[in-house]
């Protein structure tokens, strides 16, 4: 089975700040990846897909990339709205999502 | 628009097994596959599976198989799923999703306590 490993699991961000979360895939999962961003009792918002594409409606300030198995998701000048947790998921081979990364406000 | 409609919360007791429908609307409903994900309270989420909408052809999670039954409803645009021997550990918000998870229904609250 693929495992994507997600870090950090939280983080202490700063509104302003540039915030980069990082999944690692086990194996070769290709463009494959979506991340996903999740609001306290709100189901989950697709943000990118195919590891660099922008959702629908996504802020600009949001953005996928690529290195080899790391995929990340940056978040450039945070604002207060993008405080919320954030999930890969990798859908080459079946489909499994990473533990998540919870964002907090210092 | 695209929308996934899910059933409301459910009560049970270990032992016994629920249905959760997610009813879509605002496209042709064979269109995109159903996949159903699992979150634990203030935990990550995982994967149950996908239904071919069309077909009925489902795939599951290894961990999910003999847990959940998928199925669907074409003549109601609605899919199903079964989660069955319930346990404590099964209490969690389930969520249909499509269209490469573009979509998600609301989610669903199942509880299993005695």
């Known amino acids: ?106 | 628009q695209v929308q996934l409609q899910q059933s409301g919360a459910e009560l049970a007791k270990p032992g016994s097994s629920v249905k959760i429908s997610c009813k879509a609307s605002g496209y042709t409903f064979t269109s995109y596959y159903i996949s159903w994900i699992k979150q634990t309270t203030g935990q990550g989420l995982e994967y149950i599976g996908y239904i071919n909408t069309g077909s009925g052809g489902t795939n599951y999670n290894e961990k999910f198989k003999g847990k959940a039954t998928l199925t669907v409803d074409k003549s109601s645009s609605t899919a199903f799923m079964q989660l069955s021997s319930l346990t404590p550990d099964d209490s969690a918000v389930y969520y249909c999703a499509n269209k490469g998870f573009a979509y998600w229904g609301q989610g669903t609250l199942v509880t299993v306590s005695s």
């Not at chain 1, 089975?1 to 202490?12: G, K, N, V």
């Open chain 1, 1 to 106: 089975d693929i495992q994507m490993t997600q870090s950090p699991s939280s983080m202490s961000v700063s509104l302003g700040d540039t915030v980069t979360i990082t999944c690692r895939a086990s194996q070769d999962v290709g463009i494959y990846v979506n991340w996903f961003q999740q609001k306290p009792g709100k189901s989950p918002r697709r943000m990118i897909y195919r590891a660099t594409n922008l959702a629908d409606g996504v802020p600009s300030r949001f953005s996928g990339s690529r290195s080899g198995s790391d995929y990340s998701l940056t978040i450039s000048s945070l604002e207060s709205e993008d405080v919320a947790d954030y999930h890969c998921l990798q859908y080459d081979e079946y489909r499994t999502f990473g533990g998540g990364t919870k964002l907090e406000l210092k």
